[in-house]
């Protein structure tokens, strides 16, 4: 199975920050990687797929880079609502396989 | 707008069985593959199962295997997933997730889940 190792594990950061997170992959997925956001008590919400395509309604300050094994997820911008767990999974190959997640903090 | 509603989860003893329902709308829903992830407390998501389109493929994680079985009626836009042999570190929230058109598998609409708990 293909193994998502992100870091951190979790960051604080205030409104305005730029936030970066980071994804790797134990085998190169070409870009077949997803983002995903979740706030308690929710469903993980998609952001971004294809490593850097935004998903229709998620705000532009959100975006991801990268290919082979090394992930991206950028927040240009933090806002308050941003502040949630991230997680990215790989669609390459089965199983379907998530990362550790990081939770972002308000400091 | 697409919808999809979990039910059937609840407490139970290790060893026994459960069936998960996820009611489909706003969406075609025999056009689409469909999936389970799991979500155990304080954890991050494991994907659970999938099921094609047509129903005639499977695929499952290793630790489910012949204890799970996802099925879908594309007559009653319904997805299952019929748990037996049930453990402990099956407790988790279970979502049913659908996958966008075609073969990219990422989750696009998650439902809201259903929470499983096996415990003695």
């Known amino acids: 199975a293909i193994q998502l190792t992100q870091s951190p594990s979790s960051l604080s950061a205030s409104v305005g920050d730029r936030v970066t997170i980071a994804c790797r992959a134990s085998q190169g997925i070409s870009s077949a990687l997803a983002w995903f956001q979740q706030k308690p008590g929710k469903a993980p919400k998609l952001l971004i797929y294809d490593a850097s395509t935004l998903e229709s309604a998620v705000p532009s300050r959100f975006s991801g880079s990268g290919s082979g094994t090394d992930f991206t997820l950028t927040i240009s911008s933090l806002q308050p609502e941003d502040f949630a767990t991230y997680y990215c999974?790989?669609?390459?190959?089965?199983?379907?396989?998530f990362g550790g997640g990081t939770k972002v903090e308000i400091k | 707008e697409v919808q999809l509603a979990e039910s059937g989860g609840g407490l139970l003893q290790p060893g026994g069985s459960l069936r998960l329902s996820c009611a489909a709308s706003g969406f075609t829903f025999s056009s689409y593959a469909m999936s389970w992830v799991r979500q155990a407390p304080g954890k991050g998501p494991e994907w659970v199962s999938a099921?094609?389109?047509?129903?005639?493929?499977?695929v499952y994680v290793d630790s489910v295997k012949g204890r799970f079985t996802i099925s879908r009626d594309n007559s009653k836009n319904t997805l299952y997933l019929q748990m037996n042999s049930l453990r402990v570190e099956d407790t988790a929230v279970y979502y049913c997730?659908?996958?966008?058109?075609?073969?990219?598998?990422?989750?696009?609409?998650w439902g809201q889940g259903t929470l499983v708990t096996v415990s003695s």
């Open positions: 997730a659908k996958f966008p058109y075609g073969a990219k598998r990422y989750f696009d609409y």
């Open positions: 999974q790989q669609f390459n190959s089965y199983p379907l396989t």
């Open positions: 099921i094609s389109a047509s129903g005639g493929s499977t």
